[in-house]
């Protein structure tokens, strides 16, 4: 040992991981057997053997002058392997002290390729010609982990898709069970499952299409109380939820967790896709900052939907999974995917971080999780009743007789890239602190307008706190003004 070491100068592990961040020219060999290999090696490792170091090294490293580093699970073998090399003519051999265990042991960085089945080579051949996916990719997502909150007509097209592409743990959350009239649309589903739990039925199909795929199903509803346990194993989730206390809720848990969360939402005709709660990106708060008043927005089941529709929308959101866990591509992130099918329009529009979002701003606010029922308004007093309103048919009397009260939106920009009637825009998060722009209208009539009436109610009371007199609120926001005055205002 002690002549080889004389041949062969030994780095330790710090060493190493310093030649390979550099860069250096070298060349990284693994001596020790395939299996040992297969376990777990350096990211970048060829794998020699040392029984075939003679006869295999020529043709990995044919330049003797290449600095070749070795390394085998302790220390002795590549020693050993690089006095071997120095009698073969290369001039430049390391060997790693305290090997493989050692590097590991210091907590740095190793690999395990992925070993595919006969079966896997064929299913998986299209991705295989993709450079993008390629075997490592397929490895990637085989080792994936996705939850899907809802394996209703969103979650379908999605888990389906994505357990055909391979991802290999599929979590499904949902505690209802399959219904005659979900089978418009929920085509993971089918009439002979008609009252089996979604989560099995979809388990099922699912086994069918891909025995790959190893279905997670929870059979319930996710709560403050349950989600961050669930989500936590997740690499992604994928929103498919029907309701606003679940979606500020997955919201919420996703950016607590760091879990990129794969929006989507649908209503009849019309869906929108996004990507929220990534680094740097914004969330479902910094979109839509509050809910709806409860009632006002229906549900599918009460204003129906396209059957075709969440097959679009869902696959779309089985897209961006993909592309979030393969690295690939030009993901959702920041922007805001709006379908109408009847109009066979996509529009794309910016969504910035609200640096005062109370989940995920600067200083977030929202440090855990809250009762979403009672935040989307169940049970709540009417946020809007205590400050003096108007109609949005009396300020379209108004305007139409040339007495345009002044307007202000409250609303945060990129709501008014969907929908505007022109006010002036202060977002309610920046009201106190640019009164300033109002003060030629203290003691005038300010209308003030949100998307539904909630926010501006309160920026109201800011107002009014603030000496403003004339304030008032316009009931029912923007979405009255489209419902009520006027169409091509678009609803969101
Ligand atoms: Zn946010």
Redesign the pocket.
């Known amino acids: 040992m002690d002549e080889a070491r004389k041949d062969v100068p030994e780095w330790t592990a710090d060493q190493v991981e310093k030649a390979l961040s550099n860069g250096d020219s070298h060349k990284l060999i693994d001596v020790r057997e395939k299996d040992e290999y297969r376990e777990g090696h350096l990211p970048g490792a060829i794998s020699v053997p040392r029984g075939f170091l003679d006869m295999q090294v020529e043709e990995v490293v044919p330049d003797k002058s290449t600095q070749l580093i070795l390394y085998c699970a302790g220390g002795t073998r590549s020693l050993l392997a690089g006095r071997t090399l120095r009698e073969m003519g290369y001039g430049d051999v390391v060997s790693m002290s305290g090997g493989y265990g050692g590097w590991k042991g210091s907590g740095h960085e190793w690999v395990k390729d992925f070993q595919f089945t006969p079966e896997q080579l064929k299913r998986y051949d299209r991705h295989f010609l993709l450079p993008e996916v390629g075997e490592a990719g397929q490895a990637k997502l085989l080792q994936s982990k996705v939850l899907l909150i809802g394996a209703g007509g969103l979650g379908s097209p999605a888990a389906y898709y994505l357990a055909a592409a391979g991802v290999g743990t599929i979590g499904l959350v949902d505690d209802d069970v399959v219904d005659m009239s979900n089978l418009q649309r929920q085509i993971i589903h089918n009439n002979d499952r008609v009252g089996m739990s979604k989560v099995q039925s979809a388990r099922e199909t699912i086994n069918t299409l891909n025995p790959d795929i190893n279905v997670v199903g929870y059979e319930t509803r996710v709560t403050s109380d349950n989600i961050m346990d669930i989500i936590k194993d997740y690499d992604v989730v994928v929103d498919g939820c029907d309701n606003f206390p679940t979606r500020y809720l997955v919201n919420d848990a996703a950016?607590l967790s760091g879990i990129p969360n794969v929006y989507a939402s649908i209503f009849r005709f019309e869906g929108q896709v996004s990507v929220f709660g990534a680094p740097d990106g914004?969330?479902y708060?910094?979109l839509y900052p509050e809910p709806p008043p409860p009632g006002l927005v229906p549900s599918c089941a009460e204003g129906g939907v396209l059957g075709v529709l969440p097959g679009t929308i869902g696959t779309l959101q089985a897209t961006e999974v993909v592309k979030q866990l393969l690295g690939i591509g030009e993901s959702l992130v920041g922007r805001l995917l709006l379908y109408d099918a009847l109009e066979m329009r996509f529009q794309m529009i910016d969504v910035p971080?609200?640096p005062d979002?109370p989940?995920?701003?600067t200083n977030p606010t929202l440090n855990t999780l809250i009762d979403y029922d009672q935040f989307c308004g169940t049970g709540a007093e009417a946020p809007a009743a205590e400050v003096p309103e108007t109609t949005v048919t009396e300020l379209k009397r108004r305007l139409d007789a040339g007495r345009a009260p002044f307007l202000l939106d409250v609303r945060e920009p990129a709501e008014t890239e969907i929908a505007t009637i022109h006010a002036q825009l202060i977002p309610l998060g920046q009201l106190e602190s640019r009164l300033e722009e109002l003060s030629g209208h203290r003691h005038q009539e300010i209308v003030v307008h949100c998307r539904t009436g909630a926010r501006s109610a309160d920026a109201v009371r800011i107002l009014q706190r603030h000496g403003f007199t004339g304030a008032i609120n316009l009931a029912g926001g923007i979405r009255a003004w489209s419902e009520e005055i006027d169409p091509a205002v678009p609803v969101y």
Do not use: S
Request: charge should be positive; glycine fraction near 10%.
């Open positions: 950016v914004p969330c708060r910094c971080k609200n979002c989940a995920c701003g």
